[in-house]
């Protein structure tokens, strides 16, 4: 991940909002969860979640599938992995015994 793509998803990360949102569907793994329950979870509305859950999936976070009636989100852990991977890429001077507070 280069400098300025981390950058667009730093700034969609830098709602409390869309950070809790993130957690919850981290923690939720591959099989996502419905905006219905985002928005429980979250305590907002579904129109305040509606409008996060579309700026994560804008900055590539987040993807939505429609299953029924029902979309399905989740995150793009490869693309999170990425963003993890350029904030520690240098870590510590590359000291593998400084790095291992990141492991």
Request: charged share 25%; net charge neutral; with cysteine.
């Amino acid at each position: 991940m280069k400098e300025e793509e981390a950058a667009t998803v730093f700034q969609a990360l830098s709602n409390a909002d869309r950070l809790r949102i993130i957690r919850i569907l981290v923690a939720s793994g591959p099989e996502g969860l419905s905006a219905t329950e985002i928005a429980e979870k979250v305590g907002a509305s579904p129109s305040r979640t509606s409008f996060h859950l579309a700026g994560l999936t804008e900055a590539g976070l987040i993807q939505r599938e429609r299953q029924s009636r029902s979309l399905i989100y989740t995150v793009d852990f490869v693309r999170l992995g990425g963003l993890v991977t350029f904030l520690l890429d240098d870590c510590c001077n590359k000291s593998p015994k400084l790095r291992a507070c990141c492991s």
